[in-house]
């Protein structure tokens, strides 16, 4: 019970903290305050700015209601360098809680990727306990733990309908690809993906010449009018020396030229050199053994020694590194397209944050880390975000598109062109054209 007090009185110095610290923002820099935002019926500006005016006869308010009714909901907008205790520590949040929140996330793994400008809102009880807090990943994206009666949190994740928009960049090289790309109006993180992706079918240092045409057709994600940040490369068509390379983003994830051979060297299926027993399934419907709730397993365990090599399915670029609580050390590799793959409770990561790594990379050795109950890899696949089951999936381990999808494959390759020779033919030099369709995406 001490605790519970020393919390309460954590807060009520929260309060008063943020109060100075919007006062400090009115008069200093008004960046400052847009550091620590207080969304509160008592704590805004506007109470701020009244006790701002300078002094008259009118004593300061009395502070009592203020504390008396604290707002339940506090947002946070994640600052550059930022951790997520110190946060949680700030608002007296007691580490048992953020271990049962982490819990909630041991399969998600959701509060180990924010990025500044995500923001957290946090809801408290009248005890000042929190009962929620809710991320919000993006426009079309948040995720709600709420807490439970034994005092564990669920996991709910929350999208918006959305859609893609269409956009064709198109230029000419004049001094690189890098520099045109980026002139045509790609970002950097889009022209790179696409020099790893042509770079085995084009020698960007000896075939390039100046004046060759490229075309790339982009779809970004948006949410009522917004972009959610989310893109993909849907086709890219590179001309040099009177030869054309096209390349097609395909259902599963991979691109293809237009006779369906693959572009990028195929996935392995397994992250191991030897095929290990599945002690534990893909299930996104699996009961919580413990709770009793739905807690989806969203990759599946092999039960691998401890030491076991473990290797990157295809290449790509590690994301991300971590060290969780639950998940124990894991690594994030993002691969072309769409796809990524996760490696949970790992004993040695080999790779750093950035790397740039081939199929079948020695990349880390299995271990027992996190919560776990023996020593086993947890592997995920997951195309636009979204688990699958690694066993089953349609995952391009072949190097061509299968025989029965090539018809289909070919009616969508041939639909790109189009759309991206249009808007060439619109405005042959450096064309920049939106082409919006309404294609919705699943909600859920
Ligand atoms: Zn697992």
Known sequence: MATRHLFSRSHI???ALSIIVLLVGLFASPEHSKALFVESGTVTTEPAEKRATPATATPPADPAPVLAEPDPVQRYQIQAGDTLSAIFESRGISLGTLHELLAADAEYLSLEILHPGTELAFRFNDQQHLEQLTLHVDPARKVVFQRQDNGSFSYQHVEAETRWSYHVRSGAIEQSFFKAGLRAGLTEQQVEELARMLKRKIDFRREIRKGDPFTVLVANEVTHEQETGRYRIEAVSLSTRGRTTNAFLYTDGNYYDENGES???????????????ISSPFDPGRIHPMTGRISPHNGVDLATPIGTRVMSTGDGVVTRIGDHPYAGKYINIRHNGSLTTRYLHLSRVLVHKGQRVKRGQKIALSGNTG???????????????????????????????????FASFTELAQRRLALMRTVEMLAPARAHAQVTQTHATGSS
């Open 13 to 15: 110095l929260l309060f």
């Open 263 to 277: 572009i990028l060297p195929a996935f392995r299926r397994w992250p191991t050199q030897h095929r290990f027993r």
């Open 371 to 405: 919560r776990s109950t023996g020593p086993h890899l947890h592997f995920e696949f997951r195309i636009d975000g979204r688990p699958v089951n690694p066993v089953t999936a349609d995952i391009p381990t072949a190097t061509k598109v299968p025989s029965d999808a």
